[in-house]
Structures are given as structure tokens and as C-alpha cells.
């Protein structure tokens, strides 16, 4: 039964991925259907993920109340539920109301998830889950070129993503027996220790070292979402690449981060949470060295890709240490926080980038990439410094 509820969570993070770059891959099509201008993805992008950091910031509370498989199901349900209604909007402002449970839903499945995960399996299984997310994004824009380039519109598209969802909405109904099973009857509580009682925002923010794992979460997924975005445009502008072959460069971003977090699975026998981590940080340093190397287009391609490898091992691998440095009974409401900062950083940092490449130069691309890289290292040993100095003033 143990290995049947994993074999669910693994299916259900490639549910997550599913949805993730739809919007990009199918807004070419959409935007003109709707007749707005091209730019107002952005306005859905950004309801989606405030709902994200919303839900994410209540995961807590509705863990508590409802266990990880009932938040799972109820969560992946709404998303569903939306990706359908984006299937059959012809509005520009209905799309903009279906963002909303779209954006509540994958916030609440992705802190709940996680956080089960941390606590009841190996940090090897961390890696792997979150690589299955790779191949679920990976899947989503390939499904709904099939239905475009068939002749079909970006409605069906959307449908696909939404009868795929259902199924794995059925399913993990029928699962809920699993996990109340896997924790002793008492789904809610993943803990004896477990409080009564969910953190409070102030609370959570008071524990040491708490301040610094969500700056050095934002500063990660800042890394990895500008490189994202802004890979192909800088290849292009800075190196003169073509579209087309720019856009094939930037998917060894995240080919190599797919790759490094099934190979992350292996190295986790060996190495803990914080070498892993410690590890991920030395091969962004060196991606983003390559990339200041003046050789071009071969650099860049390497540099991605090592950048890319050392995103690989950071996002399991925080969330996995969460309950061993902050305690079982506090993780819940540690990682939704994570996971809200996770969705800050991924709002805020590539627009400021854009910023800069539009009125500094896009050749600053390396250069941001490295700053932000330098506040998550030092956030980072300095959380880590936070836990050893909170540990010595317990055991006096």
C-alpha cells in the first residue's frame, strides 16, 4: 500500500507540470481570439499566482483540518475545473475569473504535497517527484502543439490538460484511504508532536532561521524563472542567435534541470540536504561564469545547461530538510510559506530583469543572474548558522 500511495504522488507531480506552460505555449493563439494586445497575459499569469501564494500561505490551516490527501484531491479538482473553463472561454475577462481557482488549487497541492513528501519519504524521492514535475511541464506545451498543429484550436488543448486532471482527480479520491492508512489512521496529523493549533504569519516569521530559508527560496526561484524567460532573449539579442535556434538553446536550461534532478536522486545516497544544496550553488556559479565567456553561442549552451544542473538538486532539496531543521510539528506551515516566497520570486524578479534590459542592456543577463545567486548563498549559511547558534541555546 505504501508503495501504491507513492506511485499516486508521483503521477500527481506530473499533474502539477501539466498546467504550468500552457498559458505560454497556447497565448500566441489565444491573444488574438480574444483581440487583446499581446502583453495581457501577463494580468492572468499574475492572478494566477497571487492565488498560488494565497493558498499556499493557508496550507497550514487546510492540512490541519482536511489531511494532505483531502487538500491534494479537492486541490487538483478546482484545477481541473479550471483548466476546463479555460477550455470553453471565448472572454478574455471569464478567463481572468477562472484564473482564480486555477491559481488557489495548484498553491494548496504544491505546499500540502511537499510537505508530505519531506516527511514521510527519502530525499531521493524528493528529487525524482520534483523531476516528474520536468516532464509534466515538459508535456503540457507538447500536448497542445498536438492539438494545434492538428487543426484543432487551443481549446481543445486545454481540454486534453482538464480529462487528464479529472482522471487523476478520480483517482486520488480513491486514494484517500492511503493516506490515512500511511499515518496511523489520523490523516490530519502527520506527527504525534503535531500543535493544535496553525502558525501564524508572525509566528512563523519569529522561528530562527525562518527569514532566511524564505530569502534564499525567493532568490532560487528568481534564478530559475529569469533564466527561463529571459535565456532566448538574451541569445538573441546579445549573441545574435536566431529565434529558432535560441529558443532551442534555452531548453537546455531545462533539460539540464530535468536531467540533474534524476541524477540528484542517486547523489542523495551519498550526500545530505545541505551538500546537495551546497552542491546545486557551485554549478550555477560556474554556469553563470560560462556564460560571461566570451565564445559565444557554444558558451551560452554550455552555461545553460550547467546553470540548469546546478537549479536541479536547490528546490527538493530545501523542502526536504524543512522538518529536520525546523521541526516536524512546524514544516507544514514552513513550507507554504516557502512555497508563497517560491511564487514572490517568480513574480517579481524577471520583470525587474526586463526592466534592465530594456533601458541598461540585456547583456546583464550573467551579472543578475549572479547577484541573485550571491544573496541566496549567504541567506542560506546564514540560516544554516541561525539553526547550529538556536541549537547550542537549547542544550544550555
Given amino acids: 500500500m505504501f508503495q501504491l500511495l507513492l506511485a499516486i504522488i508521483y503521477l500527481a507531480f506530473i499533474s502539477l507540470g501539466l498546467p504550468d506552460s500552457l498559458l505560454g505555449s497556447a497565448w500566441p493563439s489565444m491573444y488574438r481570439e480574444f483581440s487583446v494586445p499581446v502583453s495581457y497575459s501577463g494580468p492572468v499569469f499574475m492572478i494566477i499566482a497571487l492565488g498560488t501564494i494565497v493558498s499556499s500561505l493557508q496550507s497550514d490551516r487546510l492540512t490541519r483540518k482536511l489531511g494532505t490527501g483531502t487538500v491534494t484531491a479537492v486541490s487538483v479538482l478546482m484545477t481541473a475545473a479550471a483548466l476546463f473553463g479555460f477550455s470553453v472561454t471565448h472572454s478574455y475577462g471569464v478567463l481572468c475569473l477562472w484564473a482564480i481557482?486555477?491559481?488557489?488549487?495548484?498553491?494548496?497541492?504544491?505546499?500540502?504535497?511537499?510537505?508530505?513528501?519531506?516527511?514521510?519519504?527519502?530525499?531521493?524521492?524528493?528529487?525524482?517527484?520534483?523531476?516528474?514535475?520536468?516532464?509534466?511541464?515538459?508535456?503540457?506545451?507538447?500536448?497542445?502543439?498536438?492539438?494545434?498543429?492538428?487543426?484543432?484550436?487551443?481549446?481543445?488543448?486545454?481540454?486534453?490538460?482538464?480529462?487528464?486532471?479529472?482522471?487523476?482527480?478520480?483517482?486520488?479520491?480513491?486514494?484517500?484511504?492511503?493516506?490515512?492508512?500511511?499515518?496511523?489512521?489520523?490523516?490530519?496529523?502527520?506527527?504525534?508532536?503535531?500543535?493544535p493549533k496553525a502558525l501564524s504569519f508572525r509566528e512563523i516569521m519569529h522561528i530562527p532561521g525562518a527569514k532566511e530559508v524564505f530569502a534564499a527560496f525567493f532568490c532560487y526561484c528568481a534564478v530559475e524563472q529569469t533564466a527561463n524567460l529571459w535565456a532566448s532573449s538574451y541569445l538573441v539579442l546579445h549573441h545574435g542567435l536566431s529565434a529558432e535556434t535560441a529558443a532551442g538553446f534555452a531548453s537546455m536550461f531545462f533539460i539540464g534541470i530535468t536531467a540533474g534532478r534524476f541524477g540528484s536522486g542517486f547523489l542523495t545516497f551519498k550526500l545530505n540536504d545541505t551538500q546537495m544544496i551546497r552542491l546545486g550553488q557551485v554549478f550555477i556559479f560556474i554556469g553563470v561564469i560560462v556564460l560571461f565567456l566570451p565564445f559565444g553561442k557554444t558558451a551560452a549552451a554550455v552555461g545553460l545547461i550547467l546553470t540548469g544542473i546546478g537549479c536541479a538538486p536547490i528546490y527538493p532539496s530545501i523542502i526536504h530538510a524543512t522538518p529536520e531543521n525546523f521541526g516536524k510539528d512546524r514544516s507544514q506551515a514552513m513550507i507554504g510559506v516557502q512555497m508563497a516566497s517560491a511564487y514572490a520570486g517568480t513574480c517579481l524578479m524577471p520583470p525587474i530583469f526586463g526592466l534592465l534590459a530594456n533601458h541598461v542592456s540585456v547583456s546583464l543577463f550573467p551579472l543578475y543572474l549572479f547577484v541573485i545567486l550571491a544573496v541566496m548563498v549567504f541567506m542560506h549559511e546564514k540560516m544554516l548558522f541561525q539553526l547550529q547558534k538556536s541549537r547550542r541555546q537549547e542544550k544550555r
Avoid at 520534483?130 to 511541464?137: E, F, R
Avoid at 503540457?140 to 487551443?154: C, F, K, N, R, V
Avoid at 481540454?159 to 486514494?175: D, G, P
Fill in 101 to 195: 481557482p486555477y491559481g488557489l488549487g495548484a498553491g494548496s497541492v504544491d505546499a500540502s504535497l511537499n510537505n508530505y513528501v519531506a516527511l514521510h519519504y527519502a530525499s531521493r524521492h524528493m528529487s525524482w517527484l520534483h523531476c516528474m514535475w520536468g516532464i509534466g511541464a515538459s508535456l503540457g506545451p507538447y500536448i497542445m502543439g498536438y492539438a494545434l498543429t492538428g487543426g484543432e484550436s487551443w481549446n481543445r488543448g486545454y481540454r486534453y490538460i482538464a480529462a487528464l486532471q479529472m482522471m487523476l482527480t478520480i483517482l486520488l479520491f480513491c486514494s484517500l484511504p492511503l493516506w490515512k492508512e500511511r499515518s496511523g489512521g489520523q490523516e490530519k496529523k502527520t506527527d504525534a508532536a503535531y500543535p
